[in-house]
């Protein structure tokens, strides 16, 4: 076990190396930005990682963008033409209305279990 200070024993200098600044902020957008680029670049089907760029957590900004504004307004508009549905016929049932907008974000859940599955060989997780 190892001892730590509590926050409030830092020094100010302390302080300044453990939390992000907004030089450090404005550097990251600044990396974010170049990485996405980059990741542009090489095309839709090129997202897997070097040791110069890693693209994890800006995948929304680089390619599936559309393709998951696309998910997210059919997933919407299935629930409420479902959610119509049962009203006109004045029924009620909420795992129809489940069910429906799972058959059109499975997909996406399979996306964020390989993207786990990767993360996890990426750290060598067992």
């Known amino acids: ?38 990741f542009r670049v090489r095309g839709q089907d090129n997202t897997s990682n070097n040791d110069d760029c890693c693209c994890r957590g800006l995948e929304h900004r680089i390619i ?10 059919t997933a919407r508009a299935t629930v409420i033409t479902e959610q119509s549905r049962q009203l006109k ?18 997909s996406c859940e399979i996306r964020a279990y390989q993207n786990g599955l990767m993360d996890a060989i990426e750290a060598n997780v067992p």
Do not use: F, G
């Open 64 to 73: 599936r963008d559309y393709e998951r504004k696309q998910i997210r307004d």
């Open 1 to 38: 076990m190892t001892e730590t200070l509590h926050h409030v024993d830092y020094t100010s200098e302390e302080k300044d190396d453990c939390w992000y600044n907004l030089k450090d902020i404005a550097q990251m957008k600044e990396d974010n930005i170049r990485t996405v680029k980059i």
């Open 89 to 106: 016929a004045k029924k009620r049932n909420p795992l129809e209305i489940a069910q429906r907008y799972k058959s059109i974000s499975s």
